[in-house]
């Protein structure tokens, strides 16, 4: 069954790549769709392969929907659907917009994995369109974000607020560097803040890991961090979980 929302199949997208299968990435079995274009560059990326625009394949909603859509029965028995991901998916505010009324309008439940660093007015556009926003929370002081994305963290939170205002149902990613976002009295204070918000459903937090490592040149500045510790990566899952 579709529902009736007027969406245009034409627009195209910068697109890096398709990953069909994902499990890791909201719930259920979902096509994750990577966009190509991010304008933050965090120190721990693991998709700096990911932050150019021009090296994206231009397609349209349409072919997207198609390729989508292959997999309707696997999100129907496993509550899955498509996620867009990147880069930074808001950075391509047209084509994802029209893209996510397109899911809405084919019944396909859609997951936006963003930095949540796009424009106040790009977000309340395109937010009523989400049916489960994943946040990526990269810090709560505002020197360790700057530090971290070489950008301000007003923006992350005025998209937060603006999910809490329009109801938006939000899973919060939290990357757990050791050296860098390990620091537990900062964790306590955003675990605090976070509380707030009751339209957010769960913090998960992602250790750090190397899988990307061959992806940067010489200006990656994390050669030397390794993994956290189990004991480390529990204190900070008990911090939330309490
Ligand atoms: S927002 Fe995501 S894609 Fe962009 S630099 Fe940060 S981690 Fe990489």
Known sequence: MTTAIDYDPSIIGGIHSIYTG?????????????????????LYCHNPDTWFRMRGNKKAV?????EVQKYSSYYKFSGGGITVSGGEPTDQPTFLKELLKACRANNIHSVLDTSGF????????ILPYVDLLLL?????DPDLY????????????????????LNVL???RYVLVPNLTDDLAQIREMSAFLKKYNN???????????????KWDDTYTLKDTEPPSTELLLEVIDIFNN
């Open 62 to 66: 349409a072919e997207i929907l198609d």
């Open 200 to 214: 957010i459903e769960k913090v998960s937090v992602l250790p750090f890991h190397k899988h990307g490592e061959h």
């Open 118 to 125: 796009s424009s106040p007015d790009i977000a309340e556009d």
């Open 146 to 165: 700057k530090k971290i994305t070489s950008s301000t963290i007003e923006r992350p939170l005025q998209t937060l607020r603006m999910a809490r205002n």
């Open 22 to 42: 994902g499990m890791v990435d909201g719930p259920g079995i979902r096509t994750v769709l990577f966009l190509a274009g991010c304008s933050l560059r965090c």
């Open 136 to 140: 990526d929370f990269k810090a709560y």
């Open 170 to 172: 939000t899973w919060i």
